[in-house]
T-cell receptor, first 115, second 109 residues
Framework: DADVTQTPRNRITKTGKRIMLECSQT?????MYWYRQDPGLGLQLIYY???????NKGEISDGYSVSRQAQAKFSLSLESAIPNQTALYFC??????????????FGEGSRLTVL | RKEVEQDPGPFNVPEGATVAFNCTYS??????FFWYRQDCRKEPKLLMS???SGNEDGRFTAQLNRASQYISLLIRDSKLSDSATYLC??????????FGAGTTVTVRA
């Protein structure tokens, strides 16, 4: 089983619908991240959380919200999906000892299509 | 200007060849540098960190040139399994990582 698990892996939805992407991890890391990947662009950080009570906006947080339900769970919500949120979304974790200077461990990705 | 820029490729090379490519970064204060590998439709995985003195991991060699603000990756004796997209990742400060869009390498038999 993967150490970082994302659900759903694929989702097609319509404009205006609320969508939640979930991420859970068994690595015991306290830092978790949500990124999106678009063709021809580098991964862009949406939100990050250094622990359960610490949540921060990333580069492209508009239109997204997150919830850190537990150390092992970090969910991303699109309150009202729009077509330009069609992308591949990755959850990632890292060890607090390394933070942004250390290795990120990614989930397998959630491919979202907004029609 | 993008924080991290990479030649998207693709670099098409025969098995056994050497392939090398660079990535440039804009923030001269960047402290940490990495190469990640991403297979088609899969998650990125750390290939190697890049140290100031340069470092090698088997057939892979990474170099850092701070004066010109670029890092490089060289793959010797290419294998079919090296076919992937290689992401250049730079840590410009304590609160983010900047990812390049990736360089695609295709190794042919």
């Amino acid at each position: 089983d993967a150490d970082v698990t994302q659900t759903p892996r694929n989702r097609i939805t319509k404009t205006g619908k609320r969508i939640m992407l979930e991420c859970s991890q068994t690595k015991g890391h306290d830092r978790m991240y949500w990124y999106r990947q678009d063709p021809g662009l580098g991964l862009q950080l949406i939100y990050y959380s250094f622990d359960v009570k610490d949540i921060n906006k990333g580069e492209i947080s508009d239109g997204y919200s997150v919830s850190r339900q537990a150390q092992a769970k970090f969910s991303l919500s699109l309150e009202s999906a729009i077509p330009n949120q069609t992308a591949l979304y990755f959850c990632a974790t890292s060890d607090s000892g390394s933070g942004f200077a250390g290795e990120l461990f990614f989930g397998e990705g959630s491919r979202l299509t907004v029609l | 200007r993008k924080e991290v820029e990479q030649d998207p490729g693709p670099f098409n090379v025969p098995e056994g060849a050497t392939v090398a490519f660079n990535c440039t970064y804009s923030n001269s204060a960047s402290q940490s540098f990495f190469w990640y590998r991403q297979d088609c439709r899969k998650e990125p995985k750390l290939l190697m960190s890049v140290y100031s003195s340069g470092n090698e991991d088997g057939r892979f060699t990474a170099q850092l040139n701070r004066a010109s603000q670029y890092i490089s990756l060289l793959i010797r004796d290419s294998k079919l399994s090296d076919s992937a997209t290689y992401l250049c990742v730079v840590n410009p400060n304590d609160y983010k990582l900047s990812f390049g869009a990736g360089t695609t390498v295709t190794v042919r038999a």
